[in-house]
């Protein structure tokens, strides 16, 4: 069984920043991408950032120039750096990755979420 377990979220002005973590954990041979979504209330949940093995970064165009998302491979971590926080930016994060198990499937795997509220 293979556990996300995000931390970093809080409380902050905005203009401020916070740093997320995820670290996976369990039977995982490797692994693929890793992202972050995020769900505010009343909405859908959205993509905010992903990122490959290999390093290659996708992010909505919400958070461009103001997030940056990085991973630790040796470590299956990955990190949200959030700057420049906007009141619209209050969500649930959660993160999300693709890997393989032993047996040589292809599974998915969500953390449990962690609140990022922003005050104006």
């Known amino acids: 069984q293979v556990q996300l377990v995000e931390s970093g979220g809080g409380l902050v002005q905005a203009g401020g920043s916070l740093r997320l973590s995820c670290a996976a954990s369990g039977r995982i041979l490797k692994i693929n991408s890793m992202g972050w979504y995020r769900q505010a209330p009343g909405k859908q949940r959205e993509l905010v950032a992903r990122i490959t093995s290999r390093g290659s970064t996708n992010y909505a165009d919400s958070v461009k120039g103001r997030f940056t998302i990085s991973r630790d491979n040796a470590k299956n971590t990955v990190y949200l750096q959030m700057n420049s926080l906007k009141p619209e930016d209050t969500a649930v994060y959660t993160c999300?990755?693709?890997?393989?198990?032993?047996?040589?499937?292809?599974?998915?795997?969500w953390g449990q979420g962690t609140q990022v509220t922003v005050s104006s």
């Open positions: 999300n990755a693709d890997f393989w198990v032993p047996s040589g499937s292809f599974e998915s795997s």
